[in-house]
C-alpha cells in the first residue's frame, strides 16, 4: 500500500472507531439511552427541531451534564496526552519517551496536589484562585520535563538508561512527595489527591473541559507545524542544524509544549499513563514516522482509545467508576515490557 | 580537472585558534575556501581535521581568529541561511524511527521549503540519488542498511541539498574501492561545476588523485597547503605522519606508498 492509501485507511479506521466509541459510550450507563435520543438530542442543541430528542429531563441532563462533557474529556485528554508523547519522542529520538514513564506525569501530579494541600493558605497558590491547580500541575510538569531532559542529553543524543533511570528517580521523588501530602492533607485533600494518583475522567465540567480542549488544540496546531523540524530531528542534533534548524529553540519550545499538555491533562484528570507511548507506536508502525501525520493521528487515536478506555472503566464493574489511570498503566505496562523485548531483539537491549 | 578555477574566496578562515578545555586543539590556522575547488583536508588521527571542518561550517565557534563568509562573519547567519549556503556529511549518521531512505534524502531539500528553488526538488533528488547510487534502496529502511550504505545516503541527502559550499567528513571511510573512486569524482565534478568542496579524507593518493588544492593539518597547524604536488613530498609525510613514504607519480598525480619492509 503506498503511503497514501494507508494514510486514507487509517483516517477511516479512526474516523469509524470514534464515531463508534461516542456514540456507545453515550448510549451505555446505568441509565440505558437510545441512539436515536442521543441523536435527536445532538440536533436538537444544534437548534434543529425534530422528534426524536427526548422528553424526559433526566435523559437530557444525563446526556449533557455527565456524559457528554466526560466523553470530550477524554478525548481532548487522550489527544494531549498522546500528542505530548510523539513531541517527546521526537525531541528524544526515542520511542519509549512517554510523559507517565519518564515523569513529567507524575510532577505535574504533585504539582497539583501540592496546590489543593496548600490551598488557601500559601499567598503563592491561593493569588491563581481557581486556576492553582492547572497551574502548578504545568510547573511540575514542566520542572521535571526539563530535569529529565538535561540529565539524559550528552553530546546531542539521548542516553537511554539515564533517561529512564532520571524517570524513575522522579516517579520516587513525586510519589514521595504525593505521600507525604496525603500523610499532612486534611480528608478533603486527600481524597483528591488520591484520584490524581490514579487518574479518572469522572465528573468532568464543561467548565474544565473547555480548557482542556483549548490547551490541547493550541498545542496540537504547534506540534503540527513542528512537525517538518521533527522529522529532521530524526538526523541527530549536529544534521538537523545543518538542515537550518534551531534545535536549541525547538527543544526548549517542545519541553514547554511537553509540560503544557501534560500539566493540562493531569490537572483535571490525574495520571493516565502509557497513552502516550502506546499511540504514536501504533500509528508509527500504520502509516510511518513522518510526524506531521503521526502527531495528527496520534491526535485523534489517543482521544479515540481514552472513550474506550474510559467506557471500559465505568462499565466493566456494574455499578462502581474504575480509576482509568488504572486500566492505561494495566494495558501499557506489559505494551512497555513488549516494546523493549522487541528492542533487545533487534540490536540487543539499549545500552 | 587540472585546469582550476581560482574565483575569489567565498569562505575564509583567518588566524583561526580553538582551546577546548585548554587543549589547543587549532593554532592560528589560516585558509581561504574557493567556489570551482576540491579542497582535500589531510592530517594524521587527532591533529584537528573535524575542527577545523567543524570552524569553518559554523558549528564550532572559534576560541579566536575570524571565519567570514562572503564576507560577512560566519556567525552573522542564522541557521537557515547557512543551511542554504553550504551542506555538511558528518562522520557518524544515525537516523531515528524507521524513515526510508527516499524520506531521508527528501529532507536534504527542507532548507529551501518556500523558496523559488523548492521548484528542483524531484531534480536535485533524483541527481543526488543517482550520484550516490542508491536508487536501487529508496523504499528500503535507513536502519536496515549497511554501513556503507548508510554512509551514500547521507551524501545523497547533502547533495540533494544543493548548496555552494559542500563540506564531506570522511565520505569514503565505510565504502568499497569502486564507491571510494566513484564518491570522490562526484566531489570532484560539483567543484567543476563551480561549488567550493571541502572534504576530510585519509587516503592520501585519493585525495591527490581527485584534489584541487590539499591542506595538510599536523598538530594543531596548517603543514601546508598547495597543490597535491607540492604538498605530498616524502620528506614531509614522513616528518607528519612518521612513516617513509615513496611518491610515484600517475597521470600528473602522485600516488603515495608505504615503504614497507
Known amino acids: 500500500m503506498s503511503r497514501r492509501a494507508k494514510g486514507l485507511t487509517l483516517s477511516l479506521v479512526l474516523a469509524i472507531v470514534l464515531v463508534a466509541?461516542?456514540?456507545l459510550s453515550s448510549i451505555i450507563g446505568q441509565l440505558a439511552i437510545t441512539p436515536a435520543e442521543v441523536l435527536g438530542s445532538v440536533l436538537r442543541a444544534l437548534g434543529i427541531q425534530n422528534s426524536l430528542a427526548p422528553e424526559d429531563p433526566i435523559i437530557e441532563s444525563t446526556l449533557w451534564v455527565v456524559r457528554f462533557p466526560r466523553i470530550v474529556m477524554a478525548l481532548a485528554v487522550g489527544a494531549a496526552l498522546a500528542v505530548a508523547g510523539s513531541v517527546m519522542q521526537a525531541i528524544f529520538g526515542n520511542p519509549l519517551a512517554e510523559p507517565g514513564?519518564?515523569?513529567?506525569?507524575?510532577?505535574?501530579?504533585?504539582?497539583?496536589a501540592a496546590a489543593i494541600v496548600l490551598g488557601g493558605n500559601v499567598a503563592v497558590v491561593a493569588a491563581f484562585g481557581s486556576w492553582a491547580t492547572a497551574v502548578f500541575a504545568f510547573v511540575g510538569g514542566l520542572l521535571a520535563t526539563l530535569l529529565v531532559y538535561f540529565m539524559s542529553r550528552a553530546n546531542g543524543r539521548t542516553e537511554v538508561v539515564t533517561l529512564l533511570l532520571t524517570g524513575i528517580a522522579i516517579n520516587a521523588f513525586a510519589g514521595a512527595g504525593l505521600a507525604f501530602l496525603l500523610f499532612v492533607g486534611d480528608s478533603a485533600s486527600r481524597e483528591q489527591i488520591v484520584f490524581w494518583q490514579l487518574g479518572s475522567l469522572n465528573g468532568s465540567r464543561w467548565q474544565e473541559v473547555g480548557l482542556v480542549i483549548g490547551v490541547t488544540v493550541a498545542g496540537l496546531i504547534v506540534a503540527a507545524i513542528l512537525a517538518r523540524r521533527y522529522d529532521l530531528?530524526?538526523?541527530?542534533e549536529r544534521n538537523a542544524r545543518h538542515l537550518?534548524?534551531?534545535?536549541?529553540?525547538l527543544r526548549i519550545g517542545s519541553i514547554v509544549l511537553?509540560?503544557?499538555?501534560?500539566?493540562?491533562?493531569?490537572?483535571f484528570c490525574g495520571?493516565?499513563?502509557f497513552v502516550g507511548l502506546v499511540v504514536p507506536h501504533i500509528i508509527r508502525m500504520a502509516i510511518g514516522p513522518s510526524h506531521r501525520a503521526l502527531i495528527l493521528a496520534s491526535a485523534v487515536g489517543g482521544g479515540v482509545l481514552l472513550v474506550f478506555a474510559d467506557l471500559l472503566a465505568r462499565t466493566i464493574v456494574i455499578g462502581a467508576d474504575l480509576p482509568i489511570g488504572m486500566l492505561t498503566s494495566l494495558v501499557g505496562g506489559p505494551f512497555f515490557f513488549y516494546l523493549l523485548a522487541k528492542q533487545r531483539k533487534r540490536s540487543g537491549g539499549w545500552a | 580537472m587540472n585546469q582550476q578555477i581560482h574565483g575569489a574566496p567565498i569562505l575564509r578562515a583567518t588566524d583561526v585558534t580553538v582551546t577546548i578545555d585548554s587543549n589547543r586543539i587549532l593554532e592560528a590556522v589560516t585558509l581561504d575556501i574557493v567556489e570551482g575547488e576540491l579542497l582535500a583536508l589531510v592530517g594524521p588521527n587527532g591533529a584537528g581535521k573535524s575542527t577545523m571542518l567543524g570552524v569553518l561550517s559554523g558549528d564550532l565557534s572559534p576560541t579566536s581568529g575570524s571565519v567570514t563568509l562572503e564576507g560577512r562573519a560566519l556567525s552573522s547567519f542564522s541557521h537557515l541561511e547557512l543551511a542554504r549556503r553550504r551542506s555538511v556529511l558528518t562522520q557518524e549518521n544515525h537516523v531515528s524511527f524507521a524513515f526510508t531512505v527516499a524520506d531521508v534524502v527528501e529532507m536534504g531539500r527542507s532548507p529551501w521549503v518556500k523558496t523559488p528553488q523548492l521548484a528542483d526538488d524531484d531534480a536535485a533528488i533524483d541527481d543526488a540519488l543517482r550520484t550516490a547510487d542508491v536508487e536501487h534502496l529508496v523504499t528500503r529502511h535507513y536502519g536496515s542498511l549497511s554501513g556503507g550504505e548508510k554512509a551514500r545516503v547521507s551524501l545523497a541527502r547533502v547533495l540533494a541539498q544543493r548548496t555552494t559550499i559542500v563540506f564531506l567528513d570522511e565520505p569514503t571511510a565505510a565504502l568499497d574501492l569502486r564507491h571510494q573512486e566513484e564518491v570522490m569524482r562526484a566531489a570532484a565534478q560539483l567543484a567543476a561545476s563551480g561549488r567550493a568542496v571541502v572534504v576530510v579524507v585519509h587516503d592520501l593518493s585519493l585525495a591527490a588523485a581527485y584534489a584541487s588544492r590539499v591542506a595538510l593539518i599536523a598538530g594543531g597547524q596548517l603543514d601546508a597547503v598547495g597543490t597535491p604536488a607540492e604538498v605530498f613530498t616524502a620528506e614531509r609525510i614522513e616528518r607528519v605522519y612518521g612513516l617513509a613514504v615513496e611518491i610515484v607519480e600517475r597521470g600528473g598525480r602522485p600516488v603515495i606508498l608505504p615503504l614497507r619492509y
Open chain 1, 21 to 23: 466509541g461516542v456514540l
Open chain 1, 101 to 112: 514513564v519518564v515523569g513529567v506525569s507524575s510532577g505535574a501530579a504533585l504539582g497539583a
Open chain 1, 233 to 236: 530531528l530524526a538526523l541527530g
Open chain 1, 244 to 249: 537550518g534548524i534551531n534545535v536549541e529553540a
Open chain 1, 258 to 267: 511537553v509540560a503544557l499538555l501534560t500539566g493540562v491533562a493531569v490537572a
Open chain 1, 271 to 273: 495520571i493516565i499513563a
